[in-house]
């Protein structure tokens, strides 16, 4: 999968941009606040995503204007597709190959990518509702029923949490618990099995990535924490003796949740664990070590997609180079096959280390090609 042409219009300070990427590395680089990250933000929403800056559509409108565009034409295994998105205020039209769409949810699955961008650090640096949010949204990308399964025990788990508060507060309702831990332990269950199965094979394909940043010299790991299966799933597929595990969990729990008013154990609880040299990345991990973690992460959710789906989704990295060393930023430049990809930078002179690929300078909300040449004069 790739872009094959990219317009955007009134897409935050980008005015009017129209370029045909290349099908490998594409570097945009520029000095800040010039429009590289709004570029890579607007492709991401053509993924079915919400921004990954955590705005509101509203709020990505170009300044005196009312309506952005943003249109990807993009090549996959079997055809070419248009994807035609535009939006401002509360009014969103969104259409694939011409066919209005209801919701951006629609384009999960048709047209993927994966992005780094700096606040992806808290994958290793910060607690585990953010390494939660990143399995969930890479595993709704290769099954969207996942997407679904946690929007209902997200619900259930609101329901439970009432009802704790109420049997706190009144001493009434614990004869319904049965109904909402029936249904937690059921779908807990399929979201811990999906959870640990990507996670099993992304650390195989993380570990290449962290190889390859560092030559094999740091072993890295990844490992599932979940609050139930203390010990780990003790098989692989669905079954009743899962689900019971899962509910002699939450009924062990139920005077200490009463009294917490929430629920303390489930997938809701559960962590990701990243290990470097067999300790935690996280608590003793470096400034680089700790970026190189992340980008491994995101890095090997491509390769797992391309593995799953036989489609390449294109890699989106915003900002990556900063506390690289030479040599991992090389593996970024020049030793990602396979993919396209988009790497945002500032410095003219990580432009000028890409041996192969498309580069593109962003200065004042424009997106301009520029020859490799020319940018090892500047």
Not at 9 to 34: M, S
Not at 81 to 98: E, P, V
Not at 239 to 256: F, G, M, P, Q, T
Not at 318 to 324: G, K, T, Y
Request: contains cysteine.
């Amino acid at each position: 999968m790739r872009i094959t042409q990219l317009e955007i219009t009134d897409f935050r300070n980008l005015a009017q941009v129209a370029i045909e990427p290349g099908e490998g590395v594409n570097i945009i680089y520029g000095a800040n606040a010039q429009g590289k990250t709004n570029l890579l933000e607007a492709i991401w929403l053509c993924s079915g995503n919400r921004s990954f800056r955590g705005a509101r559509e509203r709020e990505m409108t170009r300044f005196g204007s009312k309506v952005f565009h943003i249109r990807i034409r993009f090549a996959d295994r079997e055809r070419t597709q248009l994807i035609s998105y535009d939006s401002g205020g509360d009014k969103r039209k969104l259409q694939l190959n011409r066919m209005t769409l209801r919701s951006p949810s629609e384009l999960t699955g048709e047209f993927t990518c994966v992005v780094f961008h700096p606040e992806d650090l808290s994958l290793v640096k910060d607690g585990p509702a953010d390494r939660r949010n990143f399995l969930d949204i890479a595993i709704s990308q290769i099954k969207p029923v996942y997407g679904r399964y946690i929007l209902q025990y997200n619900g259930l788990l609101e329901q439970r949490n009432a009802l704790l508060k109420q049997i706190h507060r009144t001493g009434s309702g614990r004869e319904m618990l049965s109904v909402w831990d029936e249904q937690l332990a059921r779908i807990g269950t399929a979201v811990s099995i999906l959870r640990q199965d990507y996670l099993q094979k992304l650390s195989v394909l993380s570990q290449g990535v962290y190889g390859g940043f560092t030559g094999n010299r740091e072993p890295f790991s990844l490992e599932y924490e979940s609050s139930v299966y203390r010990d780990g799933l003790p098989e692989a597929v669905y079954s009743e003796e899962l689900i019971d595990c899962y509910r002699k969990a939450l009924a062990s729990h139920l005077e200490e949740d009463i009294r917490l008013h929430y629920t303390s154990v489930g997938v809701q609880r559960d962590d990701l664990e990243i290990l470097v040299n067999g300790i935690s990345a996280r608590a003793y991990g470096s400034q680089g070590q700790q970026r190189s973690c992340a980008i491994a992460l995101k890095i090997g959710e491509a390769m797992l997609l391309k593995g799953i789906t036989g489609e390449n989704p294109v890699i989106l990295l915003d900002d990556v180079m900063s506390e690289l060393d030479p040599g991992r930023q090389d593996y970024l430049l020049n030793r990602i096959q396979g993919f396209q990809v988009f790497i945002t930078c500032c410095d003219t002179a990580w432009a000028s280390q890409l041996a192969d690929g498309k580069i593109f300078e962003v200065s004042g909300g424009q997106v301009t090609p520029k020859d490799k040449t020319a940018v090892e004069s500047v």
